[in-house]
């Protein structure tokens, strides 16, 4: 095989891995959708909130069955899985007049299909490149980032032009058939080219390569593992509330205070990408504890905008905010190779991105109902992130 050709195409296939995650990011988008459905039905901003646990619980067991099957079957078997999913989810979501119909259609159905095509996507890409697999775990996983910001302004326009349900199926249509169209195009590498690529250097080598059984006794996954549950869920008790909590900034203008939150989404991209690198070039331990930092200083800054009611001090502490929580996917991603190996990648990935799962339900219940209470819990989260940080250790190989 031709070595410096396969290098080149590489990068072929991380920028359409970057344009499935974008597509993908349509999870993050419910905040658009939670105004319009309770406006129509009279639904409280608690049932509508159960719908995103639903999707991100969702997402995670999708991911995990991806890790499985993707390296089974391969990823243009789960892409098509993807695919369907979400055109059957978003269909039927247009047609819900029930709180248990849009929790299986939107939370269930849609939600389970993005995590197929997820792990499917970045463990696919993430082959590619075994010497940068902090950056390019940030690149990917930057596109899902942005996903929540791009689709949910444009939601937001349809939603505002053609209604909600009409939205629902432009989305089924539209994702199905990017979906479909990644299952064509994308490849794994050849295992000449992997062997090619490591030869001369040890830069990026795994601690060692283990299964997730033997993953699941290390104490360093668990430390990672929580890690990942607390600041995941910092951020998404922002991201539940961003649109609805930057309403009254705006007054009360769904479209603009859809931009406004979107601040996160645009920070949350830039996050990845610079916490992988920093995973990288620094290791684990000043990308871990940089994302504790970012998340105090995010508490902060969203304590002064509730104090002062500022357009620009809440755009900031969104910024802050996308930025933290950003960093945690991607030092996950990097953290999961670094340590346990590439070969497992896929599924080893997917165990530790069920921290969802807990973060998705914790996330919401963070300060009782009371924006103060909600950001004095997203700086307690950052202190025992970083103290958590600090109790993760190297491992010798072969270290139990």
């Keep these: 095989m031709n070595v410096e050709r396969a290098k080149k195409a590489r990068w072929g296939y991380l920028i359409l891995g970057v344009a ?12 658009v959708f939670r105004a319009p459905l309770e406006e129509e039905f009279g639904w409280s901003k608690a049932q509508t909130s159960v719908t995103f646990s639903v ?3 969702m997402f995670c067991l999708g991911g995990l069955v991806s890790g499985v099957v993707t390296g089974k079957r391969g990823p243009r078997f789960t892409l098509a899985a993807c695919a369907a999913f979400l055109l059957a989810g978003f269909s039927a979501a247009s047609q819900i007049h029930t709180l248990p119909g849009i929790y299986v259609t939107y939370g269930g159905f849609c939600g389970f299909g993005v995590g197929l095509g997820y792990n499917a996507a970045i463990s696919t890409v993430m082959r590619w490149f075994p010497d940068k697999q902090g950056l390019v775990s940030g690149i990917t996983l930057m596109g899902f980032g942005f996903g929540g910001m791009l689709l949910g302004t444009l939601g937001a326009g349809l939603i505002t032009a053609l209604g909600w349900r009409t939205t629902f199926l432009i989305f089924a249509a539209a994702f199905a058939a990017i979906m479909l169209t990644g299952a064509l195009l994308l490849r794994t590498p050849e295992e000449g080219f992997l062997a090619a690529l490591s030869a001369g250097g040890k830069k990026g080598e795994a601690v060692e ?5 033997e993953m699941l006794r290390r104490r360093n996954f668990w430390l990672c593992f929580i890690w990942a549950v607390i600041l995941s869920a910092a951020g998404l008790a922002i991201i539940n509330e961003a649109t609805t909590y930057a309403a009254p900034f705006v007054g009360g203008d769904l479209t603009r205070a859809a931009a406004l939150a979107g601040m996160v989404s645009i920070a949350n991209g830039m996050g990845r990408v610079l916490s992988g690198q920093m995973f990288d070039m620094a290791g684990y331990r000043t990308a871990m ?25 809440l755009a900031a502490a969104f910024l802050l905010v996308g930025l933290a929580y950003g960093g945690v996917p991607p030092t996950n991603s990097a953290f999961a190779a670094h340590f346990f190996g590439r070969r497992h990648y896929a599924l080893n990935f997917s165990i530790i991105n069920l921290n969802l799962i807990a973060a998705s339900c914790l996330g919401p219940l963070c300060g009782g109902g009371s924006y103060m209470g909600i950001f004095a819990a997203i700086f307690a989260f950052a202190a025992i992130g970083a103290a958590l940080t600090l109790l993760v250790k190297r491992p010798e190989k072969g270290a139990a």
């Design 55 to 57: 999707s991100m619980t």
């Design 209 to 213: 390569e283990i299964p997730w059984r």
């Design 289 to 313: 504890l940089s994302v504790s930092v970012i998340y105090a200083a995010a508490a902060a800054a969203l304590t002064a905008s509730l104090k002062t009611g500022s357009v620009p001090v």
């Design 20 to 31: 499935l995650l974008l597509c993908l990011g349509l999870i993050y988008a419910w905040s």
